[in-house]
C-alpha cells in the first residue's frame, strides 16, 4: 500500500493560479489527481507514468499541468487561469502499471480543498 499526501490547495479567485503537491511513500508506475465537487461524480483530471506521458481532462488542457519527480516520489499539479467550476476536492491516486498502461489507481490521498471564487 501506498501513502500519499496532498497539499497545496487553498481559495483563490478566477483567473488566479494554485500549485498541488503530494508526495508518496513509495514508488507506483502511474500517478494522477482526481476531482470531486459537491454532488458530482469524482472525475480525471491529470495522469502521467514514470516517463512523463500524460493525459488531461478537455476541461483542463492549456491551463493545467501534471508533472512527477520520480526521484522524490511526488507529484504535482499546476493550475492556471482557474475558473469557478474548479473548485473541488483534489486527491491524488497511484496505480501499478503493466505494458505501459496503468492499471487500476487503488492507492487514494484524502485530498486537498480547493476553491475558486470571487
Known amino acids: 500500500q501506498v501513502q500519499l499526501r496532498e497539499s497545496g490547495g487553498g481559495s483563490v479567485q478566477p483567473g488566479g493560479s494554485l500549485r498541488l503537491s503530494c508526495r508518496a511513500s513509495r514508488y507506483r508506475y502511474c500517478m494522477g489527481w482526481f476531482r470531486q465537487a459537491p454532488g458530482k461524480e469524482r472525475e480525471d483530471v491529470a495522469i502521467?507514468?514514470?516517463?512523463?506521458?500524460?493525459t488531461y481532462a478537455d476541461s483542463v488542457k492549456s491551463r493545467f499541468t501534471v508533472s512527477r519527480d520520480n526521484a522524490e516520489n511526488t507529484l504535482f499539479l499546476q493550475m492556471n487561469s482557474l475558473k469557478p467550476e474548479d473548485s473541488g476536492v483534489y486527491h491524488c491516486a497511484t496505480a501499478l502499471g503493466q505494458s505501459g498502461n496503468c492499471l487500476a489507481f487503488d492507492d487514494w490521498g484524502r485530498g486537498t480543498q480547493v476553491i475558486v471564487s470571487s
Open positions: 502521467i507514468d514514470y516517463f512523463g506521458t500524460t
